[in-house]
């Protein structure tokens, strides 16, 4: 069997692609990153490729050649960004910036549909489950706290574009799940700065969230709709 993890230097992305070596699965790994030295085993193929249209479709017609009728499984697209250098989160309406909100949107909702719209004639003949890291915080109806002004709304646009695809996806690639999955606060880079106010037990590790990712995947119902998933396989409202 073989998977495909893209924005492979996530951190729950690493945890995830040791979970499925050992559970003996061929890995095809993309980013844009250098494979870390960390990460050794011949059954790993590590790709790096830039967040752009032309390169995304060059690595799956690479993919295409390689992977050539073998199963693919599981498909999981980590990308996601919250701050940078550059980059903070808004508290108010007044911290919002475009400059910052661009970059969001492009890398938390373009990028995984670039994934999404290019996979789909690879994944035609396959039953594969595809999770695409989303996050609780991109949900309006659980909008309570407000701010985040971009990561929300970078999060709620990749909803609807995952939404959109599978809607498509069910029409041209039928065996295709996919899943919108928050992991919960997790111990990444992403989280880093925010820590701090996790309550005690709600942090979780990369190793924790990956190993739930991949039960939820096994169980979940193999229908032609998007769910959105947290951690512990509960639906949280759009
Ligand atoms: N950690 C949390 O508490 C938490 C909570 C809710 C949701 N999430 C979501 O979980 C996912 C994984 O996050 P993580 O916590 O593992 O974060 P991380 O370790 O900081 O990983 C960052 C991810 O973003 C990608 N990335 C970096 N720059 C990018 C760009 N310019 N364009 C597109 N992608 C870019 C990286 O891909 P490359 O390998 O190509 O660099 C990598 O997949 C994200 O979608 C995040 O929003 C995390």
Redo the contacts with the bound molecule.
């Keep these: 069997m073989t998977s495909i993890v893209?924005?492979?230097?996530?951190?729950?992305?690493?945890a995830a692609i040791q979970q499925l070596l050992e559970r003996g699965q061929t890995v095809h790994a993309?980013?844009?990153?250098p494979r870390p030295a960390a990460l050794s085993d011949e059954r790993l193929n590590w790709w790096q490729?830039r967040?752009e249209a032309a390169d995304i479709e060059a690595r799956v017609n690479m993919l295409a050649e390689r992977i050539a009728d073998a199963p693919i499984e599981r498909v999981l697209i980590?990308?996601?960004?919250?701050h940078?250098e550059s980059i903070d989160v808004e508290k108010k309406l007044d911290d919002l910036e475009a400059e910052s909100f661009h970059?969001l949107m492009?890398?938390?909702a373009l990028?995984?549909a670039l994934w999404l719209r290019s996979l789909l004639p690879l994944l035609k003949r396959h039953e594969t489950r595809i999770a695409?890291?989303?996050?609780?915080?991109g949900s309006i109806g659980d909008n309570r706290l407000g701010g985040w002004y971009s990561?929300r709304a970078s999060?709620a646009a990749l909803n609807m574009l995952l939404k959109t695809a599978a809607v498509e996806y069910a029409r041209i690639a039928r065996s295709v799940k996919l899943v919108a999955?928050?992991?919960?606060?997790?111990?990444?880079?992403?989280?880093k700065p925010?820590q701090a106010k996790v309550p005690e037990g709600k942090?979780?590790t990369?190793d924790f969230?990956a190993s739930r990712l991949l039960d939820i995947l096994d169980t979940v119902e193999a229908d032609s709709n998007l769910s959105f998933l947290d951690w512990d396989g509960q639906t949280i409202d759009w």
């Design positions: 893209i924005g492979a230097s996530s951190a729950i992305a690493r993309i980013s844009q990153r490729c967040h980590c990308n996601g960004r919250l940078s970059q492009d890398s938390n990028t995984p695409v890291f989303s996050a609780r915080i990561y999060k999955f928050h992991p919960g606060t997790t111990d990444t880079p992403l989280s925010f942090l979780f990369p969230v």
